[in-house]
């Protein structure tokens, strides 16, 4: 769904990237309180794998395809406003190296995207959470309906954006119909994905799962035909000394694998957003890239005459970035917060 530039006219454009950037400037005072020593390195890998999974476009209807928005899985995994950061950095990174959504458009597709998905997701997942039995299974069946709204009403905002500001003349209802129509199929997709991912962390380590602090019952045993609550267990070693090594080597193989192998049986028929637009015209007004000239440009290695080669080093190449700009953002905030809390917390002795 990445809106490309000439979608959407000038003014619109900006007064997006300003809701955009003020979006932004929130989460980042937000994710302070999400970021912890386990978590940090998590969003920075949450990131990379959202990256490469885009990259893995899905059949949805005869000539469409789909992928992966993230909102949803990223607010899940570490927390809607380091979701929101997940999300933009993999926009801005996809928008600069490989062209892939306008830059003039980048507010929009921040807002579209990141913004909307991850709060409706989010939203609707602790409203789910609340009233489900308070299980794993809970938080996995309560990320697939989240996962699946959150698709559909980002094409919903893309529709009321194009209403404001689109730039050809095209009745929204029609717009309306098909956005919303071919979304609610990838949709079923995102939740899918979604779903398997969450579901795959909660059962190697629970913890690490920002939605499903605090939502596992306590243990019960049967005793003569009745329920009873299990002895508290003594922990063997707190839960913030254990090791995230493994997730994060784990997660690091499966981004590069899925974004520099896998890729390259991914579906090649335009995504949703751009079937849409070329069934109804919306892309007559489209503008060239400003990163049309990229080395990395249409995710492939220039002068890599090999497609399986160029598409697969382009794919580890975004994997990289993605991760050393998502978490030098993340340890940034995580340092802050650890600065913050030293400052306002004095020593014996000492006065402040």
Known sequence: MHVPDGFINAPVSAAAGVVAAGAVA????GARRELDERTAPLAGLVAAFIFAVQMLNFPVAAGTSGHLLGGALAAILVGPYTGVLCISVVLLMQGVLFADGGLTALGVNVLDMGITTTVVAYALFRG??????RTRRSVT??????????????AGVFTLIYWIGGTTDIPIGKVFTAMVGVHVLIGIGEAVITALTVGAVIAVRPDLVH???GLTAPLKLRVEGE????????????????????????????????????????SASPDGLEKVAADQGIDRKTEEHAAKDSPLADY???????????????????????IVVGSGVFYALRRRRATEATVATPRTGETV
Not at 128 to 133: I, K, N, Q
Not at 146 to 154: K, M
Not at 300 to 319: M, P, Y
Request: glycine share 12%.
């Open 128 to 133: 789910l959470v609340g009233v489900l039995p």
């Open 227 to 266: 329920l009873v609550d299990a002895p508290a267990r003594q922990p063997v070693a707190p839960v913030a000394a254990r090791s995230t090594r493994g997730v994060l080597v784990t997660g690091l193989i499966t981004a590069v694998v899925l974004a520099g192998f896998v890729s390259f049986y991914a």
């Open 211 to 213: 939605g499903a602090r």
């Open 300 to 322: 492939g290695v220039k002068d890599i005459e090999n497609t399986r080669v160029s598409g697969g080093l382009a794919g580890v190449i975004g994997v990289g970035a993605t």
């Open 141 to 154: 069946v309560a990320s697939f309906v989240a996962a699946l709204v959150s698709v559909p009403a980002a």
């Open 26 to 29: 929130v989460s980042l005072r």
